[in-house]
């Protein structure tokens, strides 16, 4: 009964990442295919590259969310669990930061 919780809270994240990330997969099928059809540096090729950090932070919050759920299946305290997260949110926002850059 203890890990019903949060074996319930991944079985969610699981389902909602899924929604959430098949347009992000759908991206990186499109950026895969134009690097191996296209020239680099054609007009196709520059359009389908753009938009590649929607991957990035689609993967981000999955794996955010994840961490959260792990750490509160492992030490049973939700509380605790998010206040952690907080400090893994400010390591996420750095790098969410300089993918946006890269962009």
Do not use: Q
Request: proline share 2%; glycine share 8%; hydrophobic share 55%.
């Amino acid at each position: 009964m203890e890990l019903a919780a949060p074996a319930l809270a991944a079985l969610a994240l699981l389902v909602c990442a899924t929604a959430i990330g098949t347009p992000a997969m759908r991206k990186l099928i499109t950026v895969y295919e134009a690097k191996h059809e296209l020239k680099h540096g054609s007009a196709g090729w520059l359009r389908s590259i753009r938009g590649w950090s929607m991957v990035a932070f689609w993967l981000m919050t999955t794996w955010f969310v994840a961490t959260i759920i792990g750490d509160w299946a492992l030490n049973g305290d939700l509380g605790g669990a998010i206040d952690r997260g907080w400090l893994r949110l400010r390591i996420l926002l750095e790098i969410a930061m300089a993918i946006m850059e890269s962009d």
